[in-house]
């Protein structure tokens, strides 16, 4: 390692140190944008009610995310329909008012009225307070213990024109304002179509909140007990980007780009750094077979058929006592009876093995190649 490359080392590490310690000390800012987006953790969004909503519906909602255009070409039986701050568009809308119209009830809970909403059911105008505290109130008797205080940028957004038919359910309740409309329901063919216009209610800040969940109960009671669709857009953008887990953790996207910043320090210093010759060795050959070739050559060449009879008998019977776990001390009939059970081969083929076994063991008996032939043929057939 050149001097050079120590002195840029040594910069990289102080520089790398520095920008840790400025990310430790960064102190951690909060998003309070109204993003209502089901994946986010933050105030702002709405993944505490993402995970309670089978609770809230008592396991019977069912998220799309296909428009309501795709999911309506084919005749669906009367439901209810959810929409949250969802940017959906006219056609879309259209399939929506039709299955209302049929009998399903849509339950939308949207900062503003859709146009194409407001223009088939009647003009509603809408204000806006600038109070930065309400009130979220239920006009319902039986509900009116449960309330929400919204202190964190309420939308002050209520109805101004309610058309003779139209029964308010809910109403926003400030200090130095009067009291307008939240919360309306509409009659619309043979369903009902529910409007709120304070999302805030259902997103993670307030949910958390003690006593907040009762209210988000209240507002969805006045759905059937029946089906519930959930139009989720947000639900088919989640990223499928491999390293969407370590740039999304501040931690891991810091540790990933002094990752890649090393790599490309490391790959620039050593750019002109040739790799050298790597010399080429040779196997080690196995020589045990031309070892055994040379051996047998050399039994024949002596022509000593009887010590290989007795090398091969003695080399089988060791076979036959570590394999077979037959005693071998001797060669009787119980032997062969033994031997011929376990290996299934006839027993006139073992008796004739025996005998050549037997010769081969004997010191003073005549051997002829022929026999070696044999019995070397007739042990390799029994084992």
Not at 56 to 84: A, C, G, M, R, W
Not at 267 to 278: G, L, P, T
């Amino acid at each position: 390692m050149n001097k050079t490359f120590k002195i840029y080392a040594v910069i990289f590490i102080v520089v790398m140190i520095i920008l840790a310690l400025f990310e430790v000390n960064k102190a951690e800012t909060t998003d309070w944008r109204k993003n209502f987006d089901i994946n986010q953790k933050s105030p702002f969004g709405l993944y505490v009610f993402n995970h309670e909503v089978n609770t809230l519906f008592k396991n019977k909602i069912k998220k799309i995310n296909q428009t309501p255009y795709d999911y309506y070409q084919s005749e669906k039986k009367p439901h209810n329909i959810l929409v949250i701050e969802e940017d959906i568009d006219t056609e879309s809308w259209g399939k929506i008012l039709d299955q209302v119209s049929e009998g399903s009830d849509a339950m939308l809970i949207v900062s503003e009225m859709p146009k194409e909403v407001s223009d088939s059911i009647g003009y509603y105008d809408s204000q806006i307070s600038f109070e930065d505290k309400n009130v979220l109130k239920l006009t319902d008797k039986k509900y009116q213990n449960d309330f929400i205080h919204l202190d964190k940028f309420p939308s002050g957004r209520g109805f101004t024109f309610i058309k003779p038919g139209v029964e308010v359910l809910g109403k926003t309740v400030e200090k130095n304002n009067s009291d307008q409309a939240n919360f309306i329901k509409i009659k619309f063919g043979q369903g009902n179509i529910y409007v709120h216009c304070e999302p805030l209610f259902i997103s993670n800040y307030y949910l958390l909140k003690r006593g907040n969940v009762k209210y988000a109960q209240d507002i969805f009671s006045y759905l059937d007990d029946r089906e519930t669709v959930w139009f989720v857009e947000n639900d088919a953008k989640v990223s499928q980007f491999f390293l969407r887990f370590i740039l999304s953790n501040p931690a891991l996207k810091y540790a990933w780009w002094v990752l890649l910043g090393g790599l490309v320090l490391f790959i620039f210093f050593n750019a002109k750094r040739k790799q050298r010759i790597v010399p080429i060795i040779e196997p080690l050959k196995n020589t045990s077979v031309d070892f055994v070739k040379s051996i047998g050559n050399l039994y024949l060449q002596e022509g000593d058929f009887h010590d290989m009879m007795a090398k091969k008998a003695q080399y089988f019977l060791n076979k036959i006592r570590m394999d077979l776990l037959i005693d071998t001390q001797n060669l009787d009939e119980e032997f062969a009876k033994k031997l011929h059970l376990k290996t299934g081969k006839p027993i006139e083929m073992i008796d004739e093995a025996i005998k050549l076994i037997k010769k081969a063991q004997d010191p003073y008996a005549q051997v002829m190649k022929e026999d070696l032939a044999k019995m070397n043929k007739l042990l390799d057939e029994i084992i």
